[in-house]
């Protein structure tokens, strides 16, 4: 729980976190870095829902706009919150993989 402007919230306090680069791979998964400098990965398959039916479409999922730190797909008519793709995504450790493989 914490206050802010006089006003309780549940849960806790998370500071603003954008996406400043993501990066589309193989299985709909995303190579996202944020602006706190940190790499995650995130499984675009967990996004359901009719809204998101076209990014079945590879095109589509391919085609991403960063929009104010906000993943963008089809026209921007396609968005998700960072916050979302932080807390559902797994830590990506550059240096583990061999420097050599093309993402």
């Known amino acids: 729980?914490?206050?802010?402007?006089?006003?309780?919230?549940?849960?806790?306090?998370?500071?603003?976190?954008?996406?400043?680069?993501?990066k589309p791979l193989e299985g709909h998964m995303l190579l996202v870095t944020f602006s706190t400098g940190e790499k995650r990965l995130f499984d675009a398959t967990q996004l359901t829902g009719p809204v998101f039916e076209p990014l079945k479409d590879e095109k589509i999922f391919r085609?991403?706009?960063?929009f104010h730190g906000v993943i963008t797909?089809?026209?921007?008519?396609?968005?998700?919150?960072?916050?979302?793709?932080y807390e559902n995504s797994f830590?990506?450790?550059?240096?583990l993989i061999d420097k050599n493989y093309d993402l």
């Open 1 to 22: 729980m914490y206050i802010k402007d006089d006003i309780v919230y549940a849960g806790e306090l998370t500071p603003m976190i954008d996406v400043i680069e993501a």
């Open 73 to 85: 797909w089809d026209n921007k008519n396609i968005d998700i919150a960072p916050e979302f793709v």
């Open 63 to 66: 085609d991403i706009t960063l």
């Open 91 to 95: 830590k990506y450790d550059y240096d």
